[in-house]
């Protein structure tokens, strides 16, 4: 599967994508600055994995609980990153963006 999963929720930014059999993660400052920062660390992740976005099969963010910013940061990154074709949003359930990662896989 080729998946890319964010959470902005808490006070660290969580990205992961998927590539086949490998994982690439990043982790980063959330809160306020995921805003500014999202969308860059989202495409060097992508480049890292040498994924291109049209060909992500799935995006999912974590809905919470956790601050209401971070929670529509996610959101909408997630929403404007879907218009790749066939792309469809999850959603992480919680805290624990690991082991949620790998539930949905």
């Known amino acids: 599967m080729k998946l ?3 959470d902005c929720s ?3 930014l969580s990205l992961a994508v998927q590539h086949e059999d490998r994982v690439f993660t990043h982790h980063g400052l959330a809160g306020a600055q995921a805003s500014g920062t ?3 660390a989202v495409l060097a992740l992508l480049v890292q994995a ?3 976005m049209a060909s992500l099969q799935a995006i999912a963010f974590g809905r919470g609980p956790g601050a209401f910013t971070g929670l529509r940061t996610a959101c909408s990154v997630a929403q404007g990153l879907a218009s ?5 949003i999850g ?3 919680g805290r624990n963006f690991g082991k949620q990662l790998v539930k949905l896989i």
């Open 10 to 12: 808490t006070d660290r």
């Open 4 to 6: 890319l999963a964010l």
């Open 84 to 88: 790749a074709p066939d792309a469809f």
């Open 91 to 93: 959603l992480l359930q």
């Open 38 to 40: 999202v969308i860059d």
């Open 50 to 52: 040498e994924l291109p």
